[in-house]
């Protein structure tokens, strides 16, 4: 079993937690690729993992935007992830999406008003046939730019583990 996993990133949270849920896949000795989403590249038939994970930092309660993208840009000299988002990126996965063991995460700040990137993602790629091997799981930022509370990084390694067992159980089905 190998798998791929793509992030969007703005300020580098998502992009952390995307490398220490990939050490939590290693820890059970999965290869993972880990890509930025703008040179991640469209998985084909022929060329897609046994697992696809995404991951994105929540902007106005979900996926962000061309908008929401250009505010976070105002906010820092540079930014992690430059061009498109996992938003356009879903737009042309969708089409061979079917049947693909995916698990989705976010970033977004504490409460039931935060909304989740994961979910909208999750909602996607479920429409479009694909199977979540674990409910969409959520990492908590302290503010916009302010980075991941202390434990989180914990917390998504530990997710990764846990992803590599359900997609083993879901491979073998
Ligand atoms: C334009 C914009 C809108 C945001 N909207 C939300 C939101 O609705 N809910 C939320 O929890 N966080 C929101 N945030 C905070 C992001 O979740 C936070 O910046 C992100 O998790 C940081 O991850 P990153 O460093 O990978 O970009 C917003 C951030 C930006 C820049």
Do not use: N
Not at 22 to 30: E, Q, T
Not at 40 to 55: E, F, K, S, Y
Not at 105 to 119: C, E, I, K, P, Q
């Amino acid at each position: 079993m190998a798998a791929l996993l793509v992030f969007e990133s703005m300020y580098g949270s998502t992009a952390a937690v995307a490398e220490a849920v990939a050490a939590g896949l290693a820890d059970l000795r999965i290869p993972v690729t880990v890509c930025e989403v703008g040179v991640a590249g469209i998985p084909t038939l022929a060329t897609r993992p046994d697992l696809l994970v995404v991951g994105a930092p929540t902007h106005q309660r979900g996926l962000s935007t061309p908008r929401t993208r250009d505010a976070a840009r105002g906010d820092v000299a540079t930014t992690l992830s430059r061009g498109d988002g996992v938003r356009e990126w879903l737009d042309q996965l969708v089409a061979q999406a079917s049947g693909q063991a995916v698990a989705v995460f976010d970033t977004a700040l504490a409460g039931r008003l935060a909304g989740s990137a994961a979910h909208a993602i999750g909602k996607r790629l479920t429409r479009a046939g694909a199977e979540l091997v674990m409910p969409p799981e959520s990492f908590t930022v302290t503010g916009r730019t302010s980075g991941l509370l202390p434990d989180e990084l914990e917390q998504a390694r530990s997710w990764g583990r846990s992803l590599a067992l359900f997609a083993a159980a879901a491979a073998a089905r």
